[in-house]
């Protein structure tokens, strides 16, 4: 994929980033889970420790402020909430870890003071929400959605963590 973006005059690639697959951490998040997970998931995280890139085209207005690649450098799973980058494609998978041990709630409330979490957590408890054919409360789906690629911020790509070794993935629009 980088290698057709650097052959496409029409678009500049932004940021590449592959960290190096962590065996031991894969290890690790499937024993903190309750169930196993699909050879394909697994098996992209024995490859790699996650992905990240970013193009702009440069006919985009704001293509001067991207640049052109820069160093190989990490960056953070939920960058793409710093701020609307100056960005038309975003692939940002974080480790395994980071998708798959990162409580929702947690992440989302993480700057709330206490009695602000605390009341959320208790509003949540008692909204209901359907999908996919079940009722959950709002809490309870946020505990089971995994953010496996943050490519926007008002968009990302999370798994529904459902108990099966294939969780389902889900499109979010706007947190």
Same mark, same amino acid.
């Given at each position: 994929?980088?290698?057709? @973006? ?11 980033? %592959? ?6 951490? %894969? $290890?690790?998040? @499937? ?37 052109? %690649? ?6 953070? #799973?939920?960058?793409? @909430? ?16 980071? %998708? ?16 602000? =979490? ?19 409360? $709002?809490?309870?789906?946020? #505990? $089971? ?7 926007? =911020? ?14 389902? @993935?889900?499109?979010?629009?706007? #947190?």
């Amino acid at each position: 994929m980088v290698d057709d @973006l650097r052959r496409n005059g029409q678009v500049v690639g932004t940021h590449f980033h %592959v960290p190096e697959a962590d065996p031991a951490g %894969v $290890r690790n998040v @499937l024993g903190a889970l309750p169930h196993g997970l699909n050879d394909a998931i697994t098996g992209f995280y024995k490859a790699c420790g996650g992905f990240q890139m970013q193009w702009t085209h440069r006919g985009d207005p704001r293509f001067g402020e991207s640049g052109a %690649v820069g160093s190989n450098r990490a960056l953070r #799973h939920d960058a793409e @909430l710093d701020g609307y980058f100056a960005r038309d494609g975003c692939i940002m998978i974080g480790s395994m870890a980071e %998708v798959f041990l990162t409580e929702q709630f947690d992440a989302m409330y993480a700057d709330a003071p206490p009695e602000r =979490k605390r009341q959320a957590r208790e509003e949540l408890a008692t909204m209901a929400l359907h999908f996919a054919g079940k009722t959950y409360t $709002r809490l309870e789906f946020m #505990h $089971r959605t995994k953010v496996l690629d943050q490519f926007r =911020k008002e968009n990302d790509m999370a798994f529904f963590v459902d108990g099966t070794p294939d969780p389902p @993935l889900m499109w979010g629009m706007d #947190h």
